[in-house]
């Protein structure tokens, strides 16, 4: 073989943006890792430093390869929009990992130094008997045209198909997203715009260098076993189509393909695209337990750098798609990571965790915008202002002690049909029970917190807790989702059991405890927000329904249910955005033209039953099932 070139001009461009990237991503890294809690690094120091660092890497890899390559929870959404996003970032990881292979093959690790080498490897590697780079006084690396070479040529191609595939269909998206599931375009700043059109250009000056470069060798390329016109059959096809008049151009090609490339690295860092490197951190750290918290840290920070602004939370939110206000995350979110919070755009918000659940990267929206209430609330309230001495009076509600105790809840005592129905249902089973709640309430504290007030919440945490194990119970029944998921994630309440009514009147119907007559009535439940895709709970309502009447699934269920437009969590949305909001779902829940509306929130009963017009009954499960 004839000695190679190492090093062209136009390889500079290139070579300073990854230069750029990497010591950008590393400062990024280092600035949210830096943050991180001292429970939270203890965390990945016990991870890193055992046996179990081995099971959490192949289990990182995995994942990395699932989600961040293939997208598998995007082509979980839509086969079309899973299948572009892959096509983008599993082609071109494929393209760089066959071509290094193919330099390794090739020439050996003596050019490993030379980052830049594979990159350019149709320039800077030609076929024995080509007249090399016509822009070069020094010769390039020759080689034979073996098997091996034509397979990794075959294989470059067949994934340059894969991305200006995926690119096609990004096109097409753009003017026609409902193909994709998608049904509103996100809004970009102009940075994404500038990168998105970056990203576009980027492939084509390298099919047109490439495409010379064949031209210019092809009769080199000829001489193996095999047509180039098969086995390249992208980038010889197109050589031959363009080079008759743009072969004396590769060079400028392979200058402009440099300068997008580089360009594309330098802008990475401000865009969308930084999600690319920092999921690989994320889907790590999430490996060791540590995910954004109570607390904005440096876990928090992570999971904002991974928003990849899909916009897919954009179609998901009812605040958009009912009421067109966009408040979305992909909006909240880049006002966090630019160091600009919006308290608009965080506080108006019903927190109904409908986006979170679709997000494709996972992030933990809700606590990340409950986070930054907290710190636009720093200061503002004074810590002592007398307004918890009521607490001093509050009365035991009925006195003793039973095994299990029954906490209305606030929003319960609103729609006092509710608590009848629970007192009479528990009665009916032959339960002994204490009411923490029957004649004063305490709130949970859980809107306090929804709102960025968690320190405020604390002394109702503290005088409830005192409440709970006072009265000795082994299980805490509450009615309210909010109170629900308050007492089981706020509270710390060791040997006590907490659980919401619909859970805890499936177990006594179980035991034979609870007797239910099925009435025929055709029922559509009603999935309130804290309940399913906060608590994780469908089963159980959904099983004493099946009991009791003639269940039918609404089109949006369990993970997709719908918010009834009200949250103990607003602060910023007017009476008239709520209703919009409540009007739409109960639309979309009455679909199916059902009896009774079922629900097993008071404040999602409470919310529906406002709406003007309702032409059916709404009802608590427990109130449908004591009648």
């Known amino acids: 073989m004839s000695e190679h070139y190492i090093f062209d001009p136009y390889v500079i461009p290139f070579t300073a943006g990854l230069i ?30 055992s046996p179990k660092i081995i099971p959490i890497f192949f289990s990182w890899l995995k994942e990395v390869f699932l989600e961040s390559l293939l997208h598998r929870k995007i082509f979980g959404r839509n086969f079309l929009l899973g299948f572009m996003h892959m096509c983008i970032a599993f082609g071109w990881f494929c393209v760089i990992i066959s071509e290094h292979i193919r330099e390794f093959i090739t020439v050996g690790l003596g050019n490993a130094i030379y980052v830049y080498f594979p990159i350019f490897l149709f320039d ?4 024995e008997g080509s007249p090399g780079s016509p822009f070069s006084s020094m010769p390039v690396e020759a080689f034979a045209i073996t098997t091996t070479a034509i397979v990794f040529i075959f294989l470059h191609d067949f994934f340059m198909i894969m991305i200006l595939t995926g690119k096609a269909l990004s096109i097409v998206k753009k003017y026609k997203p409902g193909l994709f599931g998608m049904e509103t375009k996100t809004k970009h700043n102009q940075w ?47 050589g031959q189509l363009i080079g008759p008049f743009l072969a004396s151009y ?16 330098v802008a990475l860092p401000f865009t969308r695209y930084m999600h690319i490197p920092t999921e690989v951190l994320l889907i790590f750290l999430r490996k060791c337990g540590v995910s954004a918290g109570k607390k904005y840290t440096g876990a928090s920070e992570v999971e904002v750098l991974s928003c990849p602004r899909c916009g897919i939370c954009v179609d998901r939110c009812q605040l958009n798609t009912a009421a067109d206000i966009e408040v979305q995350p992909v909006y909240m979110l880049e006002g966090v990571r630019d160091n600009e919070p919006d308290e608009e755009k965080t506080f108006k918000c019903l927190l ?62 609103r729609t006092p049909g509710t608590k ?50 006072d009265s000795g119970a082994k299980t805490l029944v509450t009615s309210c989702p909010i109170c629900y998921n308050s007492f089981k994630k706020e509270y710390d309440l060791n040997g006590v059991e907490v659980v919401h009514h619909t859970q805890y009147l499936n177990k006594l119907a179980d035991e034979g405890k609870l007797r239910l007559d099925n009435t025929g009535k055709k029922v559509v439940f009603h999935d309130p927000c804290e309940l399913g895709r906060v608590g994780g709970v469908y089963e159980e309502p959904r099983s004493l329904l099946s009991r009791a009447a003639a269940l039918i699934e609404p089109d949006d269920a ?8 009200s949250s103990l969590a607003n602060t910023k949305l007017t009476n008239d955005e709520e209703k919009t909001v409540a009007e739409d779902a109960l639309d979309r829940l009455l679909a199916k033209k059902p009896d009774v509306l079922v629900t097993a929130c008071p404040l999602c009963k409470k919310t529906f039953e406002k709406v003007p017009g309702k032409k059916v009954r709404v009802m608590d499960i427990s109130e449908f099932l004591a009648e």
């Open 250 to 265: 590769e060079s400028i090609f392979w200058w402009i393909y440099s300068f997008c490339i580089g360009a594309f690295f």
């Open 20 to 49: 750029f990237i990497t010591i950008a991503v590393a400062y990024y890294w280092i600035k949210a890792l830096k943050r991180l809690e001292p429970e939270e690094i203890n965390k990945i120091k016990s991870n890193i430093l």
């Open 420 to 469: 009848k129905a629970m007192n009479a249902l528990l009665d009916k089973a032959g339960v002994k029970y204490v009411s923490l709640d029957a004649q004063d309430s305490i709130c949970c504290g859980q809107p306090l917190i929804m709102c960025g007030m968690r320190d405020e919440a604390q002394k109702l945490i503290s005088e409830n807790t005192k409440r709970i194990k």
């Open 558 to 565: 369990k993970e997709d249910g719908l918010c009834c437009g």
């Open 124 to 127: 800077f590697l030609r076929p």
């Open 352 to 413: 109904c965790e409908r986006c979170e659940s679709s997000c494709p990267v996972g992030i933990n929206i809700s606590k990340i915008r409950v986070a930054q209430r907290d710190k636009f609330n720093e200061g503002k309230f004074k810590k002592d202002t007398g307004r918890y001495d009521y607490l001093d009076d509050v009365k035991e509600s009925n006195g003793g002690t039973a095994d299990t105790a029954y906490f209305a809840g606030c929003m319960t005592h």
């Open 192 to 238: 994404d715009q500038l990168i998105v059109m970056l990203l576009m250009l980027l492939f084509i000056p390298r099919m047109f260098a490439i495409g010379c470069a064949m031209y210019n060798g092809a009769d080199a390329y000829a001489a193996g076993s095999v047509s180039p016109a098969i086995y390249a059959f992208l980038s010889y096809n197109f």
